[in-house]
C-alpha cells in the first residue's frame, strides 16, 4: 500500500496540464527566440513524462482505483438528476496509458528538434504538438466520458492541424508531404480534412452510445457505470448493446478500424514525428484505450444481460478483419511510411482482438493483459520504426520505396534501429517484445476456443512478416536507384545517419524494444497479476486464481513462428535474395486489389464525397451565383443609381439648401393640413 | 448638490480657461485640464443627481409659470451622461490633435461652451431657457467649426451652418411663440398640463414649426444640408460632438417637445415622423455610397442614424395614436428604448469614429478613403478601435448597434398586419443591409487592404486612449446588454407619460 496523499496525486493533474500549458508558453517564447521556443516545448514534454513517471510508484497498490473529483455541472430540469463531474482516474490502465504517450511523446519531441529545423512555421508545429500531447493525457487521464470527449475532440482537431502540417500542398515537396501515386494521391491538406471528417463518422456514433449510457446508468462517471452496470434497472437493460455497438463506433474511427480505416494510410501526409506520435502513441491508441476502459463496465453488465457478449464479438472480429485486411494491403505499398500506417491499424486490430475475446471468456485477463501488452510494445516499436524511416526518407528527398535501396551500409545505425524494431514487429521469438504480446493475443483467442480467429491472427502473422522483411530489402538492400544518382546530381542527396539528435530517441526505442522482449515473460506475468488483481476487486470476484498453464504458451509460440517462417521466408528470398517472384494474372490481379486498398476507398469518395461536392457545386451555381449573387447585385446597382442620381440633388449651394428647408417646411404643412383635414 | 451644479463647472471652465489665458499663453495642456476637470466635476455631478431624478431647480422670486426652471428627469439625465461623456473624451482627444493650433484657450472655452449647451437643453424646464441654452450651443459650434478659420473650407461650413441653423432657431422659436399663444406659459409641465385635449390647428401649426426649426439641427432631409458640410471641416473632436451628440440635442427636444406637450394621443404626428424618418434614414445611406471623404462617409451616415432614430419615435407615436393604449404600450416603449438605446450606440460609435478617423488624418494629412486603404495594418490601435466603431454602427452581431436595430425593428414587426408598419419594417431591414453594407466595406478598405508603403506612426496615447475607451465601450454595453436595455427603457419613461 502506498501511501497517497495529496502531493502524490498531483502529477496526474500535471501530466496533462503541463503540455497544454507547454503548447501556449510556445506562442510566447516564440517572441523570445527560436531556441527558447523548439527547447521550451520539448522540456514541457520531458515535464509531462516525469509527471506521468511519478505516477508508476502507484501501480502495484491496493489503493487503486484514485478518482479526484470536483464537482462541474449538474444538468437542471432533467428528468435524472444528471451531476457531471470533472476529475482524474488513477488506475492501472491510465498509469500505463500515460506513461506510454507522454514518454515516447517526448523521445519523438527531442527527435522533432532536428527533424523539423529550419521549417518556416514551427511555432505552429510546436504548439499543436505539445497541445496534442495534453488532449491525448487528457483524455487517458478523465474519470469520466463527458471530460473524456473534451481531450477526444483535442486530438481529433490537432490530428487534423497536424496531418495537414504542410497545407499549402507544395507540388515541388510531392515525393515528401503528398501521399499516394496517381489518381489516389492527395495533398496534406486533403489529408487532415479527410482524418477530421471520418473519425467524426465514428465520434457522432460514439456521443450517442454515450448518451444512451448516461441515460441507462444515469452517470457518466466510468467508476459509478462499473458499480451500477451489475444491477441495472430494467427498462433500461436494451439500451445497454446499443451504447455499447455504438461507443465501439468511435472507437474504430480513431483506431482506424474496418470500415472507417481508410483515413489512417493518408495520414502519412504530415511531418514524420507527427505520423510517430499519430501511430504509436496518441490518436490511434485512444480507440483501444477507450475499449479498454469500458470494458469492465460491460463486462459486469454480462451478468444483467448475456446478449452484451456480442459487442466483444464485435469487437474481437473488427479487430481481427482489421488486422488481416490492412497487413495484406501493406504488402504492396510503394510508399514506406504507408506500409508502415497499414502496418499500424493492423497492429491495432491485434489489440482490438485482445479486447474482445477476453470479453467472452472467464480467463479475462490473458486478453486484457494481451491487449495492453501490445499496446505498449508496439508503441515502442513503431515509434522507433517511424522515427528511422523520418531519417531515411530525409535522406533520399522521397516517400518511395523504389527510390531507396541500398541504404543498409550507408546508415548502418538506422539500420540496426529499424531492424531491430521490424524483428520485433514480426513477432521474432524471445528476444523481441513484439512476440511476447502478439502471442499473449493469439494465446487469448486460442484459450477463448474462437479458431477462426486464431486463423486470422496467425495468418497477419505471415502477411505482417511478408511485408516486414520486403520493406527492409527494398529500402537497405539491393542495389541504389536510379532517384539516388539523380539527387546525388543535383546535390541534394546526404546520404548517411543523422545527428545524434535524431538517431539518439530512435535507438532508445529500438533497445527498449530488445530490453522489453529480454524481459518479455516476466513483463507478461506482471501484466496479467496487475490486471487479475485489479479487476478481481472490481468484479467482486474476490481473489482470483490465474489459471495460466506452459502448454498453451509453447504452443502459440510453436503456432506463430511456423506461420513467421512462412511468410518471412518468401520474402527472404524475393527482396535480398533477388529471386524473381512467381508471375500470374491472379497474383497481378490480388496485387491491383491491394493496391486500391479493396476499392473500399474509391467507394468512399463515390458514396460520399463525390455526390456531396456534386450536390454542393449544383446548389452553389444555382443558389449562390444564379439567385444570391444576382440579387444583391441587383441591390447594390439600384443603390448605386439612386445614389447618384440623389447625389446632384446635393451640391452644397447655400441657396437651394435654405430653399430646401422652405419646401420642407411646405411639405411638412402639406402633411399636416391632410392630416387635419382628414 | 443643485441641478445648478453639472451646468455651472463648464461654464466656470471656460471662464477660468480665459482667465488663465491672459497670464498662460498657449500653454494647450493647462486649459485641457481646465476643460477636462470641469467636464468630469460635471459629470461626477450628474451621477450624483442620478439617484435622486427627477430633481429641479429654480431661482427664487422667480418661479414657474412665469420664471425660469431647470428640471432633469430620466431622459434627460440619460442625454446628459451622454453629452457629458463625449465632451470629456474630446476635450481630452483634442490635447495632442489640436497640440499646433493657435487660439487654443478660444478652443476649450468654446467646447466648454458648447457642452454647456448641451446640458442645459437637457436640463431646461421650460421652452425659454431650453432656448437659450440651445443657442449657446449651436453659437459655440459655428465658432468651432470655422476654428481653423485660414482654410476656407471651415469658414464656408460654419457659414452654411451659421444661415441653416439660424432659420431653423427662428422658425423654432416662432413655432414656440404660437405654444405660448395657445396655454400663455412656456413652462413644459405647465404646457403639458394646458395643452388642449384635442388637437387644434394652431397646435399642429406649431408642432411643425417646431419639428423643423429643431430638424436643421437634429439633420432631418431636407433640413440636413449642412452637416455634410460642418463635421468634415472641423476639428475631429468638433466634429464627434457634432455628429455624436449634437444632431442628438435637436432629437431629443423634438421628441420631448412632441411626446410630453403634443401627446400622441391627442395630435397625430406619427407619420409625420415615419415619412421624415424614412426619407432621412435612405436618403442620407445612399449618400454614403458615393463619399470618397472619409469624415463626409461619417456625416451622411450620421443623417441616416438620426433618421432610423425619428423613424422609431415615429412608430410609437403612430401605435400611441391609432391603438388602444394597451396594445400601443408595450409596442411604443419598445420603440422608444429602442430609439434611445440607438442614441446611445450612436453618440458612442460615432464619437469613435470620428475621433479614430482623426488619428488616421492626424497621422497621414489625408482624408481620402482611396489613400487610407490598409492603414490599420501602420495604426493597429487606431484602426482596430475604428473596425469595433464601424462593425457596431454597421450592426453586425453581436455589438450594440445590432441590438438597438433588432429593438427598434421589433416594433413595428408586432404590427405586421398593419400596412404601414410593414413598410417601415421594409425600409428599416433594407436600410440595415445598405449600412452594413458600407460600414463592412470601409472595414476591408482601411483593414484588409494591403498596408501603404510609407512609413506612418500611430497616434500618440492621448489621442488613442479616449479612442480605445470608446471602442472598450461599444463591447460593454454588448456584454452589459440587459442591463443597458433597462436603463434605456427606464429613461424613456418620461416620454410615455
Request: glycine share 8%; hydrophobic share 55%.
Amino acid at each position: 500500500m502506498v501511501d497517497v496523499t495529496y502531493s502524490a496525486l498531483l502529477p496526474a493533474v500535471l501530466c496533462w496540464t503541463i503540455p497544454v500549458a507547454g503548447a501556449f508558453a510556445t506562442l510566447g517564447l516564440s517572441k523570445v527566440g527560436a531556441r527558447a521556443r523548439d527547447y521550451g516545448a520539448v522540456l514541457t514534454s520531458i515535464l509531462a513524462a516525469i509527471s506521468a513517471a511519478s505516477l508508476l510508484p502507484l501501480l502495484p497498490s491496493e489503493g487503486l482505483p484514485i478518482d479526484i473529483r470536483f464537482d462541474w455541472v449538474t444538468l437542471p430540469f432533467s428528468e435524472m438528476p444528471l451531476s457531471i463531474g470533472a476529475g482524474f482516474l488513477i488506475d492501472p490502465l491510465s498509469i500505463i496509458l500515460c506513461n506510454v504517450v507522454s514518454v515516447i511523446g517526448s523521445l519523438i519531441m527531442v527527435y522533432s528538434l532536428k527533424y523539423m529545423e529550419g521549417d518556416p512555421s514551427l511555432t505552429r508545429y510546436w504548439f499543436f504538438m505539445n497541445l496534442f500531447l495534453g488532449n491525448m493525457l487528457l483524455l487517458v487521464l478523465s474519470d469520466n466520458f463527458v471530460q473524456m470527449l473534451f481531450g477526444w475532440e483535442g486530438v481529433g482537431v490537432c490530428s487534423y492541424a497536424l496531418i495537414g502540417f504542410w497545407h499549402s500542398d507544395s507540388k515541388e515537396d510531392w515525393l515528401k508531404c503528398w501521399v499516394g501515386e496517381g489518381k489516389e494521391s492527395c495533398p496534406p491538406s486533403h489529408s487532415g480534412m479527410k482524418a477530421f471528417i471520418m473519425t467524426r463518422f465514428g465520434d457522432v456514433l460514439m456521443l450517442m452510445g454515450v448518451f444512451l449510457l448516461i441515460v441507462a446508468l444515469g452517470t457518466a462517471n466510468f467508476l459509478e457505470l462499473q458499480n451500477g452496470a451489475a444491477s441495472v434497472a430494467g427498462p433500461y437493460k436494451f439500451l445497454l448493446l446499443p451504447a455499447a455497438l455504438l461507443i465501439f463506433g468511435g472507437a474504430v474511427g480513431k483506431s482506424a478500424q474496418l470500415p472507417l480505416m481508410e483515413w489512417l494510410p493518408d495520414a502519412m501526409t504530415g511531418p514524420t514525428p507527427v505520423s510517430a506520435l499519430i501511430h504509436a502513441a496518441t490518436m490511434v491508441k485512444a480507440g483501444v484505450y477507450l475499449v479498454a476502459r469500458v470494458f469492465p463496465i460491460f463486462y459486469i453488465a454480462l451478468v444483467a444481460d448475456p446478449a452484451l457478449i456480442t459487442f466483444f464479438q464485435v469487437v474481437a472480429w473488427v479487430g481481427a478483419l482489421t488486422a488481416f485486411v490492412a497487413a495484406t494491403q501493406a504488402t504492396v505499398s510503394t510508399e514506406l511510411k504507408k506500409v508502415l500506417a497499414y502496418s499500424t491499424v493492423s497492429q491495432i486490430g491485434y489489440m482490438m482482438l485482445g479486447m474482445g475475446v477476453a470479453g467472452t471468456v472467464a480467463e479475462f485477463y490473458i486478453g486484457y493483459a494481451g491487449g495492453v501488452m501490445h499496446l505498449m510494445s508496439h508503441a515502442v516499436f513503431k515509434a522507433a520504426l517511424f522515427l528511422s524511416a523520418g531519417a531515411v526518407i530525409h535522406a533520399v528527398n522521397s516517400r518511395f520505396m523504389y527510390h531507396m535501396g541500398g541504404l543498409g551500409k550507408k546508415m548502418p545505425l538506422t539500420y540496426v534501429a529499424m531492424l531491430a524494431s521490424s524483428l520485433s514487429l514480426m513477432g521474432m521469438p524471445v528476444f523481441f517484445s513484439g512476440f511476447w504480446s502478439k502471442d499473449m493475443v493469439l494465446e487469448s483467442a486460442l484459450l477463448a476456443g474462437q479458431y477462426p480467429l486464431l486463423m486470422l491472427g496467425l495468418l497477419t502473422v505471415s502477411v505482417t512478416c511478408f511485408y516486414t522483411v520486403r520493406m527492409l530489402g527494398l529500402v537497405f538492400h539491393g542495389k541504389p536507384s536510379e532517384h539516388q544518382a539523380a539527387e546525388a546530381a543535383a546535390g541534394h542527396l546526404h546520404l548517411g545517419d543523422p545527428s545524434p539528435k535524431m538517431t539518439v530517441p530512435y535507438q532508445i526505442l529500438a533497445a527498449a524494444t530488445v530490453a522489453m522482449g529480454v524481459t518479455g515473460y516476466f513483463q507478461r506475468e506482471w501484466l496479467v497479476k496487475l490486471f487479475a488483481g485489479y479487476y478481481s476487486g472490481i468484479f467482486a470476484l474476490g481473489h482470483i486464481e490465474i489459471s495460466e498453464g506452459l502448454m498453451p504458451q509453447l504452443f502459440t509460440a510453436a503456432l506463430s513462428t511456423l506461420f513467421l517462417l512462412a511468410g518471412a521466408v518468401p520474402a527472404y528470398l524475393i527482396y535480398f535474395r533477388g529471386r524473381t517472384p512467381p508471375q500470374s494474372g491472379l497474383l497481378s490481379s490480388i496485387r491491383n486489389l491491394l493496391f486500391r486498398r479493396y476499392y473500399l476507398n474509391a467507394l468512399y469518395y463515390a458514396l460520399f464525397v463525390n455526390p456531396t461536392m456534386w450536390l454542393a457545386e449544383r446548389l452553389y451555381s444555382a443558389m449562390e451565383v444564379g439567385f444570391f449573387d444576382r440579387l444583391n447585385a441587383g441591390i447594390a446597382a439600384a443603390a448605386r443609381s439612386a445614389s447618384s442620381k440623389l447625389r446632384k440633388s446635393h451640391a452644397g449651394d447655400l441657396n437651394y439648401n435654405v430653399l430646401a428647408f422652405a419646401v420642407g417646411l411646405a411639405l411638412l404643412m402639406l402633411i399636416i393640413l391632410v392630416v387635419v383635414i382628414w | 448638490m443643485s441641478l445648478l451644479e453639472p451646468l455651472l463647472y463648464p461654464l466656470i471652465g471656460a471662464v477660468a480657461i480665459i482667465a488663465v489665458s491672459s497670464l498662460a499663453r498657449g500653454r494647450g495642456l493647462l486649459y485641457c485640464l481646465i476643460a477636462v476637470s470641469s467636464l468630469t466635476a460635471s459629470l461626477a455631478a450628474l451621477l450624483h443627481l442620478y439617484t435622486a431624478l427627477p430633481v429641479a431647480f429654480t431661482l427664487d422670486g422667480f418661479l414657474p409659470p412665469n420664471g425660469v426652471q431647470l428640471y432633469l428627469d430620466s431622459f434627460g439625465a440619460f442625454m446628459a451622461l451622454l453629452f457629458v461623456g463625449i465632451g470629456i473624451l474630446a476635450a481630452a482627444y483634442s490635447f495632442k490633435y489640436m497640440a499646433d493650433d493657435d487660439g487654443l484657450e478660444k478652443y476649450y472655452a468654446l467646447l466648454l461652451l458648447l457642452v454647456a449647451g448641451l446640458l442645459g437643453v437637457a436640463a431646461a424646464g421650460d421652452l425659454f431657457t431650453l432656448f437659450v441654452f440651445w443657442e449657446l450651443m449651436c453659437i459655440s459650434s459655428y465658432a468651432l467649426v470655422s476654428f481653423r478659420n485660414y482654410r476656407w473650407e471651415p469658414v464656408e461650413a460654419g457659414f452654411k451652418y451659421l444661415v441653416m441653423s439660424t432659420v431653423g432657431s427662428i422658425t423654432a422659436l416662432y413655432g414656440m411663440s404660437f405654444l405660448y399663444g395657445i396655454t400663455g406659459t412656456l413652462h413644459i409641465s405647465e404646457l403639458v398640463s394646458r395643452m388642449p385635449a384635442v388637437a387644434t390647428p394652431e397646435g399642429y401649426f406649431a408642432l411643425v414649426l417646431i419639428f423643423a426649426g429643431f430638424g436643421v439641427t437634429s439633420a432631418i432631409v431636407p433640413f440636413h444640408t449642412w452637416l455634410p458640410d460642418a463635421p468634415p471641416a472641423a476639428p475631429s473632436p468638433v466634429s464627434a460632438l457634432l455628429s455624436g451628440v449634437v444632431i442628438k440635442a435637436g432629437v431629443y427636444a423634438t421628441f420631448r417637445i412632441m411626446f410630453t406637450i403634443f401627446k400622441p394621443a391627442s395630435y397625430d404626428f406619427g407619420l409625420l415622423l415615419i415619412v421624415f424618418g424614412a426619407i432621412t434614414l435612405t436618403v442620407g445611406n445612399l449618400l454614403v455610397l458615393p463619399q470618397r471623404d472619409i469624415k463626409r462617409f461619417l456625416a451622411f451616415s450620421s443623417i441616416a442614424n438620426v433618421g432610423l432614430i425619428l423613424l422609431a419615435g415615429g412608430v410609437a407615436a403612430y401605435v400611441l395614436h391609432a391603438y388602444d393604449y394597451t396594445t400601443a404600450a408595450a409596442i411604443a416603449s419598445l420603440a422608444l428604448s429602442g430609439a434611445a438605446f440607438h442614441i446611445l450606440n450612436h453618440a458612442v460609435g460615432k464619437g469613435l469614429l470620428f475621433l479614430s478617423s482623426g488619428c488616421l488624418i492626424h497621422s497621414t494629412g489625408t482624408r481620402d478613403i482611396a489613400e487610407l486603404e490598409g492603414i490599420a495594418r501602420r495604426m493597429p490601435w487606431s484602426g482596430g478601435a475604428m473596425s469595433v466603431g464601424m462593425l457596431n454602427l454597421g450592426g453586425i452581431p453581436p455589438l450594440g448597434g445590432f441590438w438597438s436595430k433588432l429593438l427598434i425593428m421589433m416594433a413595428p414587426a408586432a404590427l405586421l398586419q398593419d400596412p404601414l408598419m410593414a413598410v417601415c419594417v421594409a425600409v428599416m431591414i433594407l436600410n440595415s443591409l445598405l449600412a452594413a453594407g458600407y460600414y463592412v466595406w470601409l472595414t476591408q478598405r482601411l483593414v484588409f487592404k494591403n498596408a501603404p508603403a510609407k512609413a506612418i506612426r500611430e497616434a500618440p496615447f492621448s489621442m488613442l486612449l479616449p479612442v480605445v475607451l470608446l471602442a472598450l465601450a461599444c463591447v460593454a454595453i454588448t456584454l452589459l446588454l440587459p442591463s443597458v436595455i433597462g436603463f434605456v427603457s427606464s429613461a424613456i419613461l418620461p416620454l410615455m407619460a
